[in-house]
């Protein structure tokens, strides 16, 4: 397969804006690197440069999307990674919090109180709370 450098450039780019800023975040692709670098390399370049670089929604509403799915799903390690891609972007913890409510009509409270705790561990983190 062969890779442009535009996509690469592209998956750099947008991997930088997300998972860049204040504090380090552990993303997965260093987890996949370390058992396939080659599977690794070819799923950052279609999730980060394809899918996350996609311009139909804002880099900002992408994430919030994210922060619901994962809220919902009470995938709170991940969710992490996406809280802070989120902020780095320049969405507000405030907008973070009320999308986590939202989510408590469809995915009950436990979820948004899982998401909640995971919210304010980031904003520590990050010396935001």
Excluded: C
């Amino acid at each position: 397969m062969i890779i442009g450098t535009d996509l690469v450039e592209k998956t750099r780019r947008t991997a930088e804006l997300l998972f860049s800023g204040p504090v380090s975040v552990e993303v997965p692709y260093q987890l996949w690197k370390e058992f396939d670098p080659d599977l690794a390399k070819k799923l950052s370049l279609f999730i980060t440069g394809n899918l996350y670089a996609r311009e139909v929604l804002p880099l900002g509403q992408r994430q919030m999307v994210a922060v619901a799915a994962l809220a919902a799903l009470q995938k709170t390690e991940e969710l992490k990674i996406h809280l802070h891609g989120a902020l780095n972007v320049g969405e507000s913890a405030e907008k973070l919090a009320e999308t986590i409510f939202q989510v408590g009509v469809y995915a009950g409270f436990p979820a948004v109180n899982a998401a909640l705790a995971a919210l304010k561990e980031v904003l520590q983190s990050r010396g935001e709370w």
